[in-house]
Every structure is written in structure tokens, then in C-alpha cells.
């Protein structure tokens, strides 16, 4: 760990109010903190999916979304996106779009840990393929979204709270949204 690997800690409206190093705000008692979530797609309109690293410490071996993470204090969300793409999957993202810009949720997992988080969600494109950090995901899959919207509603357990209700919200799972790429 470094010592840039502190989370933005927010008060109930959202604002930022200091910081606090990222091992100290996950637990049972989880301070309000700034994360975001991103889901990639490939040109076959393919969603990618990652299981979670065994050493994450919460909801390890859980499938979910591409990638997420926390800005670093004062770094730009959408910078803090392009940088967990490239650390945590090697890809490089094309299309970055704010999806879900006020999303926000709290969850507890099984070990008791919660995680409670202002999380903008962003969706973007690659055609590369990932080359998992195995300190952060185990495995990736690009899958159909109808298949995963079919999961999802049949094992909402099997996946990550956060994959679960976002995907309520994104029409990222609608087959009849209609495919962005840029050449």
C-alpha cells in the first residue's frame, strides 16, 4: 500500500469532508466514502464480468461488474476509472460515459463487513482482452447482458449487491439499446 491509497470520505449529502486511508473504512461500521463502478463492453455488445480476488476483503469470489475502486483525494473520477482499467484488467477504454452519476448504496457482506458508498457508475468499450491483477480479480467472462440480466434476477446472491442494483438502473442490460463504439 502507498501512501496515496486513501479514500474521500462524504457527509450525508454527498460532499467530501476529508480522507482516510482505504485498509481503515471498510468494516462493520463503514464511514460514507467515494468509489465508482464500471461496466465494459466489447464490439459483439458483449458486458465483461469479473470474480472478485479470495483477498479482497469484501465479497471475495463474488462475480460483479468490470472493475470499481475509490479516487485517490483529488483525482478526477473518470481519471480514477481510465487508471483501475489499466492496474486491475490492462485494458484501455474507449467511449468513458457517465451512466449512473448519483448512485449510492450500502450493503453488508457475509463476514459482516459493509460497504457504504457514493459510487458514480460509468460504462466504456475495448477491444482488448483482459490480463487479470490476480490481487484484484480471479476471472473475467464477456457474456450476453440478456444471459446476465437472466442471472442476475435467478442468483442476485451469486453477484455483488452493487452489480445487482445497478444493473436495475442501467440500460446497459436492455437488448434494444442501441450499440456505441468508436473507430
Known sequence: MTD??????LDDDGNAIGTAPKSTVHGADTALHLAFSCHVLNREGQVLVTRRAL???TWPGVWT???CGHP???????AAVRRHADTELNITLADLELALPLFRYRATDSAGIV???V???YTAYTDD???LNPLE??????????????ALAATPWAFSPWLVLQAEHLHLFDRAAPRRWAS
Open 4 to 9: 496515496t491509497d486513501h479514500v474521500v470520505l
Open 55 to 57: 483477498g479482497k476483503r
Open 65 to 67: 461488474n468490470s472493475f
Open 72 to 78: 485517490r483525494p483529488a483525482e478526477p473520477v473518470a
Open 115 to 117: 460497504e457504504h458508498e
Open 119 to 121: 459510487c458514480p457508475v
Open 129 to 131: 482482452e483482459p490480463r
Open 137 to 150: 480479480a480471479i476471472e473475467a467472462r464477456w457474456v450476453d447482458p440478456d444471459d446476465l440480466a437472466t
